[in-house]
Nanobody, 115 residues
Framework: VELVESGGGLVQPGGSLRLSCEAS????????MNWYRQAPGKEREFVAM????????YYDDSVQDRFTISRDNAKNTVALQMNNLNPTDTGVYYC?????????WGQGTQVTVSS
């Protein structure tokens, strides 16, 4: 399993970013995909989930109505559109998949929300 995130950066409060995760070496369309994040000094926390087909999504309350998760099973990618960002969204964002009971993570992409 390989997961490679991209798209992070520095953005002002109220701004937007789109993260992307390229997946390989597993049958992508058979697994639900997740985004997690880890703020400095805090534990990694769940952000969003998308079902195998993409017709079902679930979000943490803190990002509901601001973030949108999506996937393209033809391209083996999962994205996270983040709008109306605020400083509490700062952290390293990770793509995640659980395959045969094992959690796999990408290297993460840094998102910093600051004026």
């Amino acid at each position: 399993v390989e997961l490679v995130e991209s798209g992070g950066g520095l953005v002002q409060p109220g701004g937007s970013l789109r993260l992307s995760c390229e997946a390989s070496k597993f049958h992508f369309s058979l697994y639900k995909m997740n985004w997690y994040r880890q703020a400095p000094g805090k534990e990694r926390e769940f952000v969003a989930m998308i079902s195998r087909s993409g017709d079902s999504t679930y979000y943490d309350d803190s990002v509901q109505d601001r973030f949108t998760i999506s996937r393209d099973n033809a391209k083996n990618t999962v994205a996270l559109q983040m709008n109306n960002l605020n400083p509490t969204d700062t952290g390293v964002y990770y793509c995640n998949v659980r395959v045969y009971g094992t959690n796999y993570w990408g290297q993460g992409t840094q998102v910093t929300v600051s004026s």
